[in-house]
């Protein structure tokens, strides 16, 4: 039972074009969304986040848009660039376990984003 | 700014070999993360530690034992490696977490890539 889903495993963008990752999610307890990159043979780094409570959160090029209604939310790249070449994970952050307050994160699969040159 | 260290970065076992992967993190985090990612599967959890001394069992907690040794360092043991456990393993590290504080951006080791035989 994939609790974050992303259905799309890849996608290819000209450069300076914008690029749109998907991420839908199924628990309603989830109270933060994170965006996470990952380049070939390194860890994944963060990248955006945004609260359950907001609808949109921009930093730079990156804007992360959060419908929670439809449980969906997308992360806008404007305008791409090669460098942003690299698999994209959704992230959900939520209680887990029998600890009180205990959060862990929940990820999707990953999106490999290509910017072509 | 070493951040999250992990060794080794490579190995192979063979089937029935036991190995300790090691994490070490330097930004005074409470709470330390094992994943491991298989292709087409994303990050999957598989033990966590919300503070030191307390350990917990994440999505795919079988054949893997953890130790938080100290606040810094949160072993990963695989005491009988099987074939499935093949994958590469990320230990990452956060602040805690509770309702009412903001996302728990996790900081991730660049991976251990483990082959069993």
């Known amino acids: 039972d994939q609790q974050v889903k992303q259905n799309s495993p890849s996608l290819s963008v000209q450069e300076g074009r914008i690029s749109i990752l998907n991420c839908d999610y199924t628990n309603s307890m989830f109270d933060y969304f994170l965006w996470y990159k990952k380049y070939p043979a390194e860890g994944p780094t963060f990248l955006i986040s945004?609260?359950?409570?907001?609808d949109k959160n921009e930093d730079g090029r990156f804007t992360v848009f959060l419908n929670k209604s439809a449980k969906h939310l997308s992360l806008h790249i404007v305008p791409s660039q090669p460098g942003d070449s690299a698999v994209y994970f959704c992230?959900?952050?939520?209680?887990?376990?029998?600890?009180?307050?205990?959060?862990?994160?929940?990820f999707g699969k990953g999106t490999k984003l290509s910017v072509i040159p | 700014n070493a951040g999250v260290t992990q060794t080794p970065k490579f190995q192979v076992l063979k089937t029935g070999q036991s190995m300790t992967l090691q994490c070490a993190q330097d930004m005074n985090h409470n709470s330390m993360y094992w994943y491991r990612q298989d292709p087409g599967m994303g990050l999957r959890l598989i033990y966590y530690?919300?503070?030191?001394?307390?350990?917990d069992k994440g999505e795919v907690p079988n054949g893997y034992n953890v130790s938080r040794l100290n606040k810094r360092e949160f072993s990963l043991r695989l005491e009988s490696a099987a074939p499935s456990q093949t994958s590469v393993y990320f230990c990452?590290?956060?602040?805690?977490?509770?309702?009412?504080?903001?996302?728990?951006?996790?900081?991730f080791g660049a991976g251990s890539r483990l082959t069993v035989l």
């Open positions: 530690s919300a503070s030191e001394g307390t350990t």
């Open positions: 945004i609260s359950s409570i907001k």
């Open positions: 990452a590290s956060s602040e805690a977490r509770n309702r009412g504080t903001g996302a728990n951006v996790l900081t």
């Open positions: 992230a959900a952050s939520g209680p887990i376990g029998s600890g009180a307050g205990s959060y862990q994160l929940t």
